[in-house]
């Protein structure tokens, strides 16, 4: 996607207003994980490094339209500031007279966090006044907030209405390579792997991509709904009754593309959805395997594990989005750290491997494995709506290269 990069512009003495994505997890005011800033250092770097006068705005969960403590940017202002090995200042608010002279008063390769802009509920409204206070001086608009991007607030799409050149961060940059140019013309076989919970929040992916895909693997609680669909007893197990007809729909019209579709050919079940709760296998659903009522599907079956993983030691481009099954219980996880596993020994042999955002990514975090795959996204709902071919707010505002 040819947007203008920061690799090409010179911002020395200049003013940059930076969007980040710093909505991270806290627990009594301290950062849990740091993933998402770390993955924002990079291009921090950059603009500091080459002279930026470095103005950085985010919004950190969900405030009610006005300003609360829990929701300050304070913490992510001193991680920064260790991270860089130099103070990184917070503004009290994100616009007003006290934030535009602390940014006027900033220096070159100095950095300036303005506080949660959804303390405004102008944000979220996009409000043409709001952007352009927000806009403020700035000469140059970098956008590396990826997992907003399908946003169209004031601080990613408002603001570069008032502010001369817009541009993408590294991390940005990446997001669309992968998520975008990577999958352009996929090394084949193109696999893609998709779970979680409904199908109706993966039906676009799904339609989008099977112009592409040479295969599917489908797992998670929507693995239920086509197992119903098809007439089997899924017990207590999640579904979605509404869809079945679509899940029908979708099983027809890759038969009629010629894609394989590949459904869990059992399932791991409990009577009690809790840690330690004991678990069995159904026998595979072709030799009459299904879920007794009292008992819900929460994992793909041994079966299942072990044909999911021979066909991803198949593929050459595979792209990941949703788990097998409630992979945050341990005794759960075994389907979900199995496909992460084979997921990260295609990837050792040569296979471009993409972690869609979501759950996937949290999975493959806790199992060890993200340096294990060619790349991870940042984003969740931006990652499903581009992977859907829908265009993002917060990109299609960048200048174009």
């Not at 770390?38 to 300003?67: M, Y």
């Not at 998709?194 to 599917?216: N, P, R, Y």
């Not at 009292?294 to 198949?314: H, M």
Request: with cysteine; glycine share 10%.
């Amino acid at each position: 996607m040819a947007k203008l990069s920061i690799r090409n512009l010179d911002f020395s003495g200049k003013e940059v207003l930076m969007r980040v994505d710093f909505n991270v997890p806290l627990k009594d005011g301290v950062i849990t994980d740091d993933t998402r800033i770390q993955a924002a250092v990079p291009t921090i770097r950059h603009l500091v490094d080459g002279g930026a006068k470095l103005v950085l705005c985010s919004h950190l969960g969900r405030p009610k339209g006005g300003p609360e403590a829990k929701y300050s940017l304070a913490p992510t202002a001193a991680h920064l500031g260790s991270i860089l090995g130099k103070t990184v200042k917070l503004a009290p608010d994100c616009v007003g007279v006290e934030a535009a002279a602390m940014r006027a008063a900033l220096g070159a390769g100095e950095v300036l966090i303005l506080e949660n802009t959804r303390f405004h509920a102008e944000e979220e409204a996009n409000d043409k006044d709001f952007a352009k206070q927000l806009a403020g001086s700035a000469e140059i608009y970098v956008n590396d907030a990826f997992g907003t991007a399908h946003r169209a607030h004031a601080s990613t799409e408002g603001v570069t209405h008032f502010i001369p050149t817009s541009a993408m961060g590294f991390l940005m940059e990446r997001e669309l390579q992968y998520l975008c140019d990577e999958l352009e013309k996929p090394a084949k076989p193109f696999l893609v792997i998709m779970g979680g919970a409904k199908v109706s929040d993966k039906i676009q992916v799904i339609t989008a991509l099977m112009e592409k895909a040479d295969a599917f693997i489908i797992g998670g609680a929507m693995a239920n709904t086509f197992r119903k669909a098809q007439g089997y007893h899924t017990g207590n197990s999640r579904v979605e009754a509404d869809k079945l007809d679509l899940a029908l729909e979708i099983l027809a019209k890759a038969k009629a593309k010629g894609v394989r579709f590949l459904l869990p050919a059992d399932t791991r079940i409990t009577q009690e959805f809790k840690d330690g709760a004991a678990t069995q296998v159904t026998a595979p659903y072709e030799q009459g395997g299904e879920t007794p009522d009292g008992w819900e599907g929460i994992d793909i079956g041994d079966v299942a594990i072990r044909e999911f993983s021979d066909e991803v030691a198949k593929a050459r481009t595979i792209i990941w989005n949703g788990p097998m099954g409630v992979f945050e219980i341990e005794n759960f996880a075994k389907g979900t750290r199995a496909i992460a596993e084979a997921v990260a020994q295609a990837t050792t042999k040569g296979a471009v491997t993409i972690i869609g955002g979501g759950d996937s990514v949290t999975a493959v975090n806790q199992f060890g494995l993200d340096d294990k795959m060619t790349f991870i996204s940042t984003g969740g709902g931006a990652s499903l709506e581009l992977l859907e071919g829908k265009e993002l707010p917060g990109v299609a505002a960048l200048n174009n290269a």
